[in-house]
């Protein structure tokens, strides 16, 4: 099996390495990361620069391509140019921190595996529901389960999963929930501040709390303390309201 890794927090990061290394157990792993944390690029794609591309060591040894580029530049670039063999399967993460609910149209993590299904690649996306005290092995041992399960299933034409975990230990871990995206968005506001200098400067902070009723979402699943897995899409299209749409008198 040959399975293609990238993640947003960048090549340096602890989550990608704890993947990388459990993935081994199921086939050839090829990392294209980017060079630098680069978390909350959504899907954005780099056309006005470069790409440079320099191999990165990890622990002594080579670990993988660091890219001056976004987690979809990454999985592009690794299917179209790096990798020899196009891979059987796009892991993008574990990433530090969830992607849960409207937040993942800002996830790179997400991003990443989408760009792998847009390439027509089984894709995954891995994140561990912390900021803080990560620990990334029950989420590495989830990731090689799900990703030999994907070898064995086929995915529908234009899905990817995405999956979360709660940052408890293995024995805590209540279950799997199959889950949909939860309506929660990001709470968010600007905290103004003062440079030394006296200008006047702003920086996004906020808070992620679950609705009640969110039902079966991802985010109620890991609240429960459930990994949470969803399947995702990325046709965007409303079909329910094409009908209404084609009623509306925008002729010319
Ligand atoms: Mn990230």
């Not at 020899?84 to 992607?99: A, M």
């Not at 506001?189 to 969110?214: E, L, S």
Request: aromatic residues 8%; proline residues 6%.
């Amino acid at each position: 099996m040959e399975i293609l890794i990238t993640n947003d927090d960048g090549i340096y990061a602890e989550g990608i390495y704890a993947l990388a290394c459990a993935l081994k157990k199921l086939g050839n792993v090829t990392v294209v990361a980017p060079d630098t944390q680069r978390s909350a690029v959504g899907h954005a794609i780099t056309i006005a620069d470069p790409l440079r591309v320099v191999t990165a060591n990890r622990n002594g040894k080579f670990f993988g391509y660091a890219a001056s580029g976004t987690p979809a530049d990454c999985v592009k670039l690794g299917i179209k140019s790096i990798m020899k063999k196009r891979p059987d399967l796009v892991v993008s993460g574990i990433n530090l921190g969830g992607n849960q609910g409207y937040n993942i149209l800002y996830s790179g993590t997400v991003s990443g595996a989408t760009e792998g299904a847009l390439l027509g690649i089984p894709s995954l996306a891995v994140s561990l529901d912390t900021f803080t005290k990560p620990d990334f092995g029950p989420s590495a041992a989830f990731a090689v389960k799900i990703a030999a399960m994907m070898k064995k299933k086929k995915l529908p034409a234009g899905t990817l999963l995405n999956v979360n975990l709660p940052n408890i230990s293995a024995a805590k871990i209540k279950g799997v929930r199959i889950t949909n995206q939860s309506r929660t968005s990001f709470n968010d506001w600007f905290d103004k501040r003062r440079d030394p200098h006296g200008n006047t400067y702003y920086w996004m902070t906020g808070d992620f709390k679950p609705k009640d009723a969110d039902g079966a979402s991802d985010l109620n699943a890991l609240r429960a303390g459930y990994i949470s897995v969803t399947p995702i899409q990325f046709d965007l299209t409303d079909y329910k309201f094409v009908p209404e749409l084609e009623n509306w008198d925008i002729k010319p």
